[in-house]
């Protein structure tokens, strides 16, 4: 509900998650862009009508500004007057209005959560909503069972305990040198993917993704330790065990001290996003507006982006935290390329276009050796649609290709029923397409993949198709391998094309199970 900025593809439809129905931008007038924002926060005018002061707003006083031009909305317990935002904000009024004069926390999480409202509308500010303080729990109890055991069925909520996973459990153990820390998910399609680590000084965060449930360890150590650490998945039975090195050989008492929300299932629309800043390593040109950029996460932190989710980029700009969403892809389709190859639990790859005229692409560009803030995951795109899958069709337009390179990596190398990859790559000129000389080197390689490259204004030398994506450049090129063979058809690109294709998919008797749209 929230600067929605250009590239942006919020909750119900981002860039990695299914398209449905969603949310479209609207056209905005000249000088009502997300940096002319900027600029209207730091000239020092009153944006509240209450000549900087906070006040306390009751519900009574909240329902009463419901219009406009006197549009207050509450997010989190903190209320904002967002009509001088009205103009600007790239959703539309009518989208703000949905929340005027009420609590909007829920229709703002599932629009785009990830955005921060706080410094985007500190301006804003009214003040906060006139409710009781929640209660916060006394942990003191559970430190006295030096934070072992089964997770409290109070930290549950009935729905999770009828319908959720079984419950989460933790315990530790140590040698002179050595802590380990044992999670039992009670799950068996854990792995790498599902377990991120992040220590710094002496708290230690431990997130577990557990179907659509976090479960979180959140602990200040009794003792210092070593950056390093290892992560060890046992998929047989769901235990994941981290290994934190001491800094000093002796034996601990207890583990540590519990830190909010720790030894929680949390429903992870529920959850709130954390971010560690990471390293800028290099960035080298792509195609002549596109860079792939190189970050390397902290010593401290264990984090693999699952295929077809995505995280969170965030910088400072002007003094305003500005949020972007992007798709990790692999450092390159074929290892050869990237001598020595990275280890990929340390490093994470973004293909990113720069906008000359945009706000944040621009400024991740200018950095140098810098570091920039990188989300926890995000997404819904489940790696059970590989299973059995025998034919697999991509449809890309533009940087709708990042999601489907690690698609492609893991069809060719981890799907032993597939019998075929396709993709159909939509661009404006040959000069505008990611990583060709890869895509054309690895189907010679591996005679499973086909590719072909459409054109929307090629030169008059082109021999390849070109047009934009219709009937009867997808009926040709959706043929199945057998008449009853398993299909997944992934489809990504900006919204009129992946909206397009959505329909035409439709038309060509493909079910919703065998479609998977992500939008930018």
């Not at 000088?31 to 600029?39: P, Q």
């Not at 929340?99 to 906060?128: I, P």
């Not at 990237?338 to 276009?353: M, T, W």
């Not at 819904?380 to 492609?408: C, H, R, W, Y």
């Amino acid at each position: 509900m929230l600067n929605v900025p250009s590239q942006s593809f919020p909750a119900p439809r981002s860039q990695q998650r299914v398209a449905s129905g969603g949310r479209s931008k609207v056209p905005l007038k000249q000088g009502r862009s997300l940096m002319d924002w900027i600029r209207l926060t730091k000239s020092g005018k009153d944006l509240t009508g209450l000549k900087g002061r906070l006040i306390e707003v009751t519900e009574e006083e909240l329902k009463k500004h419901n219009k406009k031009d006197d549009c207050w909305i509450c997010i989190r317990g903190f209320v904002y007057n967002v009509s001088p935002y009205m103009e600007y904000h790239p959703g539309g009024e009518d989208e703000l209005m949905r929340a005027a004069g009420s609590d909007g926390t829920e229709l703002f999480d599932q629009v785009h959560r990830w955005v921060n409202y706080e410094s985007m509308l500190k301006e804003c500010l009214v003040g906060r909503m006139a409710i009781k303080p929640a209660v916060l729990k006394d942990y003191r109890e559970e430190e006295k069972k030096v934070l072992n055991g089964m997770l409290p069925k109070s930290q549950v909520t009935d729905t999770l305990a009828k319908e959720g996973p079984s419950y989460p459990s933790y315990d530790w153990f140590q040698t002179d040198s050595l802590v380990t820390i044992a999670i039992y998910t009670k799950q068996k399609d854990i792995n790498l993917d599902s377990i991120i680590v992040d220590h710094q000084n002496d708290s230690f965060r431990a997130e577990t993704i557990i179907k659509d449930c976090l479960y979180l360890i959140h602990i200040g150590l009794s003792h210092e330790v070593q950056e390093d650490f290892s992560v060890r998945v046992v998929e047989s039975v769901g235990k994941i065990e981290i290994v934190l090195q001491k800094k000093e050989n002796t034996s601990w008492d207890f583990l540590g001290h519990p830190l909010k929300n720790h030894n929680s299932l949390i429903p992870r629309k529920d959850t709130g996003l954390y971010y560690r800043k990471c390293q800028l390593i290099s960035k080298e040109d792509v195609t002549h507006d596109t860079r792939l950029f190189c970050l390397m996460l902290p010593p401290s932190t264990h984090l693999q982006v699952p295929i077809g989710q995505h995280v969170y980029l965030k910088l400072p700009i002007t003094g305003t935290e500005i949020v972007k969403p992007y798709t990790p892809v692999s450092g390159s389709l074929l290892s050869e390329f990237k001598e020595p190859v990275l280890p990929n639990n340390k490093y994470i790859y973004f293909l990113i276009k720069i906008y000359p005229t945009g706000l944040f692409t621009p400024e991740l560009d200018r950095l140098q050796i810098d570091f920039v803030s990188v989300s926890s995951p995000e997404g819904n795109f489940k790696i059970s649609k590989f299973q059995e899958l025998e034919d697999l069709f991509l449809l890309a337009a533009g940087t709708g290709f990042t999601p489907m390179v690690k698609i492609l990596n893991y069809a060719l190398t981890d799907i032993p029923s597939l019998r075929k990859v396709k993709l159909m790559f939509f661009n404006k000129t040959e000069d505008d397409i990611i990583w060709r000389s890869q895509l054309e080197k690895l189907a010679f390689k591996d005679k499973r993949l086909d590719v072909e490259f459409v054109l929307s204004a090629p030169i008059s030398e082109w021999n390849g198709k070109q047009g934009h994506i219709s009937p009867a450049l997808l009926s040709e090129f959706l043929k199945r391998n057998l008449d009853k063979s398993k299909v997944l058809v992934c489809i990504c690109g900006p919204v009129p094309f992946t909206e397009q294709g959505v329909r035409l998919l439709h038309d060509l008797n493909f079910s919703k199970n065998e479609i998977h749209s992500f939008t930018a």
